[in-house]
């Protein structure tokens, strides 16, 4: 079973508007939630993190919240650019047994459009 | 070269052949990954390397044989694959087990007739 689950696979977006990708976890255990963003033949790369013990982090135009009773986070992304297409990751650090481990959504495409 | 770079990009093989996937980083780390991405999955953690040994292997088929000859360099062998195991396979480092921000490497998209 998905410990980090992204339902939505897509999301179409206007430029100049928010983009907001939502992430759902199921293991409370997690230490550090993580924002991933890959184009198209290049591997993903570090955007923004959140420690579990904060409930939002911003840097620049992105903004992730974490809500720990909803075992939910999401990334908003302000005002969105269509160089922000591309598909984002959402990640969760594990802790105890697996510490270290990255475990990985499936990842949102977002388009961005002119 | 800069960051995590992988060779080759893409490979074609038979169920028989034995092939290699090469990753080098030239970030200074000290932990390397292997990654595995198939259609609709998320990313799969294979195996992780600490300081040149290897610290997790996460239940993979032994036709998938990892190699860290160094610090710099990490290698895996593939042998009598299946068609299954076609996927995107990622390279990563960090700066120490553990640090969650790991840069990855472009990626081998591995294709197993």
């Known amino acids: 079973d998905q410990q980090v689950k992204q339902n939505s696979p897509s999301l179409s977006v206007q430029e100049g508007r928010i983009s907001i990708l939502n992430c759902d976890y199921t293991n409370s255990m997690f230490d550090y939630f993580l924002w991933y963003k890959k184009y198209p033949a290049e591997g993903p790369t570090f955007l923004i993190s959140?420690?579990?013990?904060?409930d939002k982090n911003e840097d620049g135009r992105f903004t992730v919240f974490l809500n720990k009773s909803a075992k939910h986070l999401s990334l908003h992304i302000v005002p969105s650019q269509p160089g922000d297409s591309a598909v984002y990751f959402c990640a969760a650090r594990g802790y105890g047994g697996s510490q270290g481990n990255l475990i990985f959504g499936k990842g949102t495409k977002l388009s961005v459009k002119p | 070269e800069t960051g995590v770079t992988q060779t080759p990009r893409h490979l074609v093989m038979g169920m028989t052949n034995k092939k290699s996937l090469k990753c080098e980083q030239h970030?200074?780390?000290?932990?390397m990954y292997w990654y595995k991405q198939s259609a609709k999955k998320p990313l799969e953690l294979m195996f992780v390397?600490?300081?040149?040994?290897?610290?997790e292997n996460n239940s993979v088929p032994s036709r998938f044989s990892p190699e860290c000859p160094n610090s710099s360099h990490l290698f895996l062998h593939l042998h009598t694959l299946q068609p299954e195991d076609s996927a995107l396979y990622l390279c990563a480092s960090s700066s120490s087990r553990g640090a969650y921000e790991q840069y990855f490497g472009p990626g081998t998209r591995l294709t197993v007739t």
């Open positions: 390397y600490s300081l040149e040994e290897r610290v």
């Open positions: 970030l200074g780390h000290n932990a």
């Open positions: 959140i420690s579990s013990i904060k």
